[in-house]
């Protein structure tokens, strides 16, 4: 049985792991990036993206959520990172509005 006090470790954990504010930027530049390249593993994705590996997998976690991304695995048995279709229209839709 779990004490209390482990449980409430536990929900701690779980609290920090979380996104606690979307910045926008960062989604943007995640997508943009992911379409640059079509594909990319997490951790090449974080470097690209001047960006933590938590905190990257913590908005990979979000996009996958909201379905703007998805993963896959390639030939090699690693997990890739690619746009979906709303992933991709989004992108178009942020290039537009950046080249207007």
Known sequence: MIS????RLNQLK?????????????????????HQNARM????????CNMGYDKCRLYINWLEM????????????YEELILTEKGLSLCNRNLDMENF
């Open 41 to 48: 593993k997490k951790t090449l994705l974080a470097s690209a």
């Open 66 to 77: 909201m379905e703007l991304i998805r993963k896959e695995i390639n030939d090699d048995g």
């Open 14 to 34: 779980q609290r920090k792991r979380e996104l606690k504010r979307i910045d926008w930027k960062t989604v943007t530049r995640v997508i943009i990036t992911l």
């Open 4 to 7: 209390f006090r482990e449980s």
